[in-house]
Structure formats: C-alpha cells, structure tokens
C-alpha cells in the first residue's frame, strides 16, 4: 500500500492569515493570500503517492477544525511548511499532532536549512528537515532510504544527528507537474492579479544576487529548462487558471531563458496574464518586449533604499539612478510596477528612510511594500547584527509587517515603526494616486480586491 501523505500549511490559533512565500514568512495586512510555493514544488516530486493537501491558513481553519481533518485522513507522512513569524505556534501544533498519529514529521523552511541542529535538539518530535526541495531524495526517505540521504537533515534511532553536507548542485533541474488541482487555488488573492483564478509557478529556486539582508542568495541559483516548466504551465490552462504568478525571487535572472519562455508560452497559446518579481540589473528593453508579448503585465522590483550608500552597504548590486530608468522602461512598454522597500535597516537614520519614501513617490509605480528590516535566519545582516550587539542570537520569530525586533543605532524601534506607517500613508493615500488606481480597473472583480485590500490595510 503506498504511504498516505499530508501536505500541510499549519493553522494560526488567531486565524490570521499569513503567508509561508519561498523561504520568507510574514502577515498577510492587505488580504493577499496564495499557497505556499514549497509545498506546491514537493507534491510534484509525491505525486506518485497518496497526497492530500491542507491549506488551514486559506481555509482559515481553528486548531481543532484542522486536527479532525488530519485525524480523519491519518496520514504516514506530513510534509509541512513554517517560518520566522510563525514556527512557535506551528510546533506547538504538530506536536498535539505528533501525540496523537504515529508518523513521519518532515518540516520545510529556511530556518531549518540554516539552523538543522538547534530545531532537531529542542524539537525532538521533528523527524526530518528538508533542506533541498527539489530533490528527489525527500521520496527516498519517506520510502526509508536514509543513510546518505543528501536533501534532508534528520536523527537517527541512536539520538544522533545526520547532518547531509551543502554539495554543488546541478544547475538545471527538472521537477514533475505539482498537484496544483490539490491545493485551494481559487482562493488565492492578490491586488497584482488581472483575472482569477491564479496559480503559483516556481521556475528557479535561489538567487544569483547575494543583498546581505536576504537569505536566497545563499542558496546556489538553479532553474528548470523551459519544456518543464511549460509542461505545467500547460496542465494549469487545463485546470482553468488564467493568471500565473511566477513566483521565483529573481525571475529576470537569466534575459535568454526568460525570452525562451515567452516565445514557447506564445507559440504553444498559452493565454495567461501574469506577474513576477525582477531585478533591476536584469531587465531591458528586449527582455520586456517578449514578456509583454506574453502575458506579462505587473513586475515586481526591490528598490530597498533611496540612498546609495545603504545599497551599497548591503550589497544589492544597483544604483538609485539605474532604478529610476528601469521604472520608466517598465511603464514605456505598459508594465505596472510593485516596488519593495526595507525600513531601519541598520546604519540607516530618519533622512535616510524620509529620503526613501521620497522615492517611492518619484518612481510613480502602481504599487509599494514598505517592509520592516528583520534579522532573516541565514542573512549576513543577522550575522553583523548579533556581532554588534544589536540583537540576541536566541531573537528567532519576527514578522517583516510587524513591529521591529531590533534597531540599528542611530532610530529606536517605535521610530522606525513610525516611518514604515507614515510611508504607507503617504503613498497610498494621495488622492493622485487613488485617482489612477480607479481610471486603470478593468473589472468589477479588481475594484472588489482593491476595496478589500484598502480595508485590510487601514481599517484592520
């Protein structure tokens, strides 16, 4: 009989929602929602299995409601996914779980990649961590093939740890379809989507930029040839999505395989409008011409920082004046554009961030993140910040959309706190701005989202 898989998104015992995004996890403040990318990579590689998905954070599911349902299905194996904002209240959970089934725990998350060790000694409920999720190792070890298991750190019978090495992967990996009708894809929600329902696709895991805030640049950048990811994108036109988010850290990475992407999507009629993030010293004005021609309608861009030596600090590898082409390149060929920026990082002062916010409003992109600068698990910042004092190596659960956990020395807390939100006022509530966003609604169904996600968002 072939094991009975469980891939799980933990519920939230407030039912928040919050979002598990490719080794990020943070709040959802505006209503966005949309499954959890790794989750969806993994049941490609289980297809073969008897996989069941749960999705409690868009179902928003109680504790009890989700443990009748696991309870129900009585799963061999759980494949779960956690992050920084959450994994105390995710643990807490699976260990209820873990009392009541006898089965394999495996968890996913950059936080176990990067610190295996502390998670499997305090957590001894965890059988397995994974740390590769594109390997077809994770099947081996479910099948009990575990000894030189390379994708998955783990305890042995004895206690011990098995710790696999970081190896050089292959560049070009190859994944088959994930069970995308499995998951709740008609709940996904974002203010980016032209039309619903839309579908998560990943097409490179890592990142060839290594911006000391982040942790993907520290995991080696790979990609899947076209013919794969086409396949999927194939059988998610059979399932009735119409939008994709492609949802890579760095899908502009590579201009020639992106440019054989949108010809293929264009020559196999594959009508999907879509999003996706990009980076600045990737795009030009070839690249957007074919995704345009494709689909393409909405990039998004960190910007992080108006001022240069702060990019250069944290090595993004750009400059404030190529950022300010790159957006009127994007709207020269009808892209909207979402800029990503990151308040209190540290060595920053008010100028900075006001400076900062001037920017947001001078680059007249359709939308802003104004995320808080956090301590991510694996990133150089979080290295630097412990060394200088700024922050206790214990400091593990933290939410880029909430309150800081640390500061940088020259702006406490509660001022950074206060420039994020004044930044969020001042560029949303423009009447310029709410005027635009009104006169380029397509639909009824868009004006619905962005009246959802403005009440999310100020009125909570």
């Not at 094991?3 to 505006?30: C, E, M, N, Q």
């Not at 190859?174 to 998951?183: A, E, G, K, Q």
């Not at 959309?401 to 940088?408: D, I, K, S, W």
């Amino acid at each position: 009989m072939k094991p009975k898989i469980l891939l799980l998104h933990v519920p939230h015992r407030t039912r928040k929602i919050y979002l598990h995004d490719y080794y990020t996890s943070y709040s959802s403040k505006a209503y966005y929602y949309w499954s959890p990318a790794d989750l969806i990579l993994i049941s490609g590689l289980v297809r073969d299995f008897e996989v069941k998905v749960i999705d409690a954070i868009a179902e928003r599911l109680s504790f009890a409601e989700c443990e009748a349902r696991i309870l129900s299905f009585s799963p061999d194996v759980i494949i779960f996914t956690t992050g920084t904002a959450t994994w105390d209240n995710d643990l807490l959970f699976l260990q209820r779980i873990k009392a009541k089934l006898n089965c394999l725990l495996l968890g996913s998350s950059a936080i176990f990649i990067f610190e295996p060790v502390y998670f499997l000694e305090n957590f001894p409920f965890l059988d397995g961590l994974i740390l590769d999720i594109t390997s077809p190792e994770i099947i081996d070890f479910i099948t009990g093939s575990r000894d030189d298991n390379r994708a998955i750190a783990f305890r042995r019978q004895d206690g011990s740890l098995r710790l696999p090495r970081r190896e050089e992967k292959e560049k070009v990996f190859t994944l088959p379809v994930p069970l995308h009708d499995l998951f709740p894809y008609h709940l996904n929600r974002s203010p980016l989507a032209r039309r619903k329902p839309f579908a998560l696709v990943v097409t490179s895991v890592g990142c060839p930029y290594s911006c000391r805030f982040c942790v993907v640049g520290s995991l080696k950048y790979r990609y899947r040839p076209v013919e794969n990811i086409i396949e999927e994108l194939q059988y998610l036109q059979k399932l009735g999505v119409k939008e994709i988010m492609f949802n890579d850290p760095t899908f502009t990475a590579s201009r020639k395989r992106i440019i054989a992407l949108c010809q293929a999507m264009k020559a196999k009629g594959l009508n999907f409008t879509w999003v996706a993030n990009a980076h600045v010293a990737t795009l030009n004005e070839k690249m957007l011409k074919y995704m345009k021609a494709s689909g393409g309608h909405t990039l998004m861009i960190g910007v992080e920082s108006a001022n240069q030596t702060i990019l250069d600090r944290y090595a993004k590898g750009i400059s404030v004046e190529k950022t300010k082409q790159v957006f009127r390149l994007c709207q020269k060929y009808g892209f909207r554009t979402l800029a990503y920026f990151i308040i209190g990082l540290p060595g920053e002062t008010r100028e900075t961030i006001l400076e900062t916010i001037r920017l947001s409003l001078e680059l007249d992109c359709d939308f802003a993140s104004f995320a808080i600068a956090t301590p991510d698990i694996g990133s150089a910042m979080r290295e630097e910040a412990i060394k200088q004092g700024l922050l206790s190596p214990e400091t593990r659960i933290f939410d880029s959309t909430a309150f800081p956990v640390f500061a940088g020395g020259n702006l406490s807390k509660e001022e950074i706190w206060r420039l994020r939100q004044q930044a969020i006022r001042k560029f949303y509530l423009r009447p310029s701005y709410i005027f635009k966003r009104l006169t380029r609604m397509r639909s009824w169904q868009e004006l619905k989202v962005h009246l959802e996600q403005a009440q999310a968002m100020f009125f909570p």
